[in-house]
């Protein structure tokens, strides 16, 4: 594997909110390797774009934003996704008029960047162009990158004893907050990937890397997606520069969200093991190193055995700190030593 002891283009697939948290480690950790007189890290996200949704004539980027907002210092970080000191006036009058869909929930100053968002696309630019503008305020500090342009959504088959069929397809979204993804997940599919291009300047930040991470986003609907647009996940699997994933899975459980219910659908087994052996060892698969928490270290051999450099360290991205070491371990483990 060819290596860079200490990165500097770094390019991450992020999903929302546990792809944002890593990313805050990373910059945290960017910013000690700057105070010790090293050089920043530039870093480029290839984000998710399949959880989107029109919402109320607006187009609703969870993840975009969730990204945007954690680094650019707006996010409710009590809640994970949203604005900070957010108000609902919007949506309870929305109720009000019984105007559908009443669960999903846009604040009053979320409602902003919809608002913004859905003119440009409306007047022409694309979402990478549109996403651009709005980072031009939030200044995140990465370069923010749709995966894709093109509409793709992400739809989950849910069982329906009324429906013929005995099933009947919601978007990702409804799945997730109203149905809070406590009702088994028969299929999850992203509509349209196969279809979809990857966004301007994505397959070069992947193929320009000096090192690639998989931050321990959802496997299956954030970077799972991100893999599966035509061209991307090959530039994962052919990019000189080293890959490497932290699991998302701890001690056989997901750390929030819905992951195991979406790796049963899927028939992958919910360990941190089974995660990494999901993705596999490049170039067949997508990766060179995985690291698992401490609690999985009996799953180490396993990956190794699978043709995966792995190693278990903490994995809880309790503060930018713990997260920062986890990132520094993800280095170590692209660019051993000695
Ligand atoms: P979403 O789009 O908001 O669902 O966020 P992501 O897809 O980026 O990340 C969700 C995943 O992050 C879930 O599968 C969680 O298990 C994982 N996750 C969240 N917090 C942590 C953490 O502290 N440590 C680890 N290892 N995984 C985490
Ligand atoms: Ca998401």
Redesign the pocket.
């Known amino acids: 594997m060819p290596a860079s002891a200490s990165p500097t283009r770094i390019t991450v697939l992020s999903?929302?909110v546990g792809g944002a948290r890593f990313l805050q480690g990373l910059l945290h950790w960017s910013a000690a390797r700057v105070e010790a007189g090293g050089t920043p890290a530039e870093v480029t996200v290839v984000a998710?774009t399949a959880?989107d949704m029109w919402v109320h004539g607006l187009k609703v980027c969870?993840?975009l934003d969730t990204v945007m907002y954690t680094l650019g210092g707006g996010i409710d970080a009590e809640r994970g996704w949203g604005r900070v000191d957010e108000t609902w006036h919007a949506v309870e009058e929305l109720k009000a008029y019984g105007v559908e869909p009443t669960w999903f929930g846009l604040g009053d100053r979320d409602l902003a960047t919809h608002l913004v968002r859905t003119q440009m696309l409306e007047a022409g630019y694309p979402l990478s162009a549109v996403t651009e503008a709005l980072c031009r305020r939030w200044q995140p500090g990465v370069r923010l990158l749709p995966m894709t342009d093109d509409r793709v959504e992400t739809h989950v088959a849910v069982p329906d004893d009324q429906a013929p069929s005995g099933q009947r397809v919601v978007h990702f979204q409804e799945y997730w907050i109203r149905l809070q993804a406590a009702v088994p997940a028969l299929a999850v599919v992203p509509v349209g990937v196969e279809d979809a291009t990857p966004g301007p300047g994505v397959v070069e930040a992947i193929e320009g890397a000096d090192l690639v991470l998989l931050p321990p986003s959802?496997p299956i609907?954030?970077v799972g997606t991100i893999l599966g647009v035509p061209g991307l996940g090959e530039a994962v699997r052919r990019t000189p520069a080293p890959v490497v994933g932290l699991s998302p899975i701890v001690g056989g459980r997901h750390v929030r969200g819905m992951a195991q219910q979406l790796l049963e659908a899927r028939g992958i087994p919910v360990s941190a093991a089974g995660v990494g052996l999901h993705y596999g060892a490049r170039p067949a698969g997508h990766l060179d190193g995985w690291l698992v928490d401490e609690r999985d270290a009996a799953e180490v051999a396993a990956l190794e055995d699978g043709g995966i450099r792995a190693a278990a360290v903490p994995l809880m991205m309790t503060d930018p700190v713990a997260t920062a070491a986890m990132v520094q371990a993800a280095v170590d483990l692209a660019a051993p030593r000695g």
């Open positions: 999903g929302g998710n959880d969870p993840d959802n609907v954030s």
